[in-house]
C-alpha cells in the first residue's frame, strides 16, 4: 500500500482526460493504469502530462475520455531502458481522483521538499533570459527517492545557481511539458517531450547546527 502521508511531495491538478486508460503496470498484487492530463496555463497555452493511477481509485467513479477531473497526488519518477540508454521517467502518482465540471479554473500546483543531487546548471537565453536547471532528490518511504528536474527563472535561476549538492530546499511551482526536436542522425529529427517542474518559488531551508552539540 502506498503511503501518502508525507508533505515533501504534494500535487494537486484538475483539466481534462485526453487518452483512454491503459494498463501501466502491477505492484503488490494491484493493477495499474496510465492516462494523459491536459490542463491549461495562465497564458491559455496547454501542458499534457502524464498520470498514473492505481484501480482502486477507478472502481467507484466512471472516468473515461473527454471527462474533467480534480487530481491529488505526487510525482515520482522511474528509470526505464530503451534505445541502449537508461531514462529518467516522470508521472503524477495520483492518490485521489474526482469527476468534476468542465467550467472551473484548472490547477496546477506543487509542492517540493528536497535535496539537490546535482550541481545547478546556470545559462542565459540568446534574450538575455536567466534558466537554471536543478536535480532534486524528493525522499520516499522505505528508503526510496525520486529525482524530479526543476527549471527555474530570473531571480529564481540566479539563487539557484548559488546552491551547492546536498543543500535542502522548498519548492513551490507548476508541473510543465515541453516540446523539444533531437537530432537522431544527420538527416533525421525526432520532436520529443520533457516534463518538469516549473519554479514560482524556492527557499533554503538552514539547519541550526547548534541544536545537535
Sequence with gaps: MENTSFLNNTISLSGQIISSFTFSHKAYGEDFYSFML??????????????????????????????????????????????????????VFATKIEICCENIKDINSIHLNGYICKAPVYRTTPFGREIADILLAVNRAYGKSDYIPIICW????????????????????????????????????????????SVSQIELIEFDKTLNE
Excluded: C, W
Design 38 to 91: 491536459k490542463t491549461k496555463r495562465l497564458s491559455d497555452n496547454y501542458d499534457i502530462l502524464p498520470i498514473t493511477v492505481p484501480e482502486r481509485l477507478l472502481i467507484n467513479i466512471d472516468a473515461k475520455e473527454n471527462d474533467f477531473v480534480n487530481i491529488l497526488g505526487q510525482l515520482r519518477t522511474y528509470n526505464s531502458y530503451y534505445d541502449n540508454k537508461n531514462h529518467l521517467i516522470l508521472t
Design 154 to 197: 530570473g531571480r529564481n535561476a540566479k539563487f539557484a545557481s548559488s546552491l551547492e549538492v546536498g543543500k535542502n530546499i522548498n519548492i513551490q511551482g507548476r508541473m510543465q511539458s515541453r516540446q523539444y526536436q533531437k537530432k537522431i542522425s544527420e538527416t533525421e529529427v525526432i520532436e520529443k517531450t520533457a516534463y518538469e517542474v
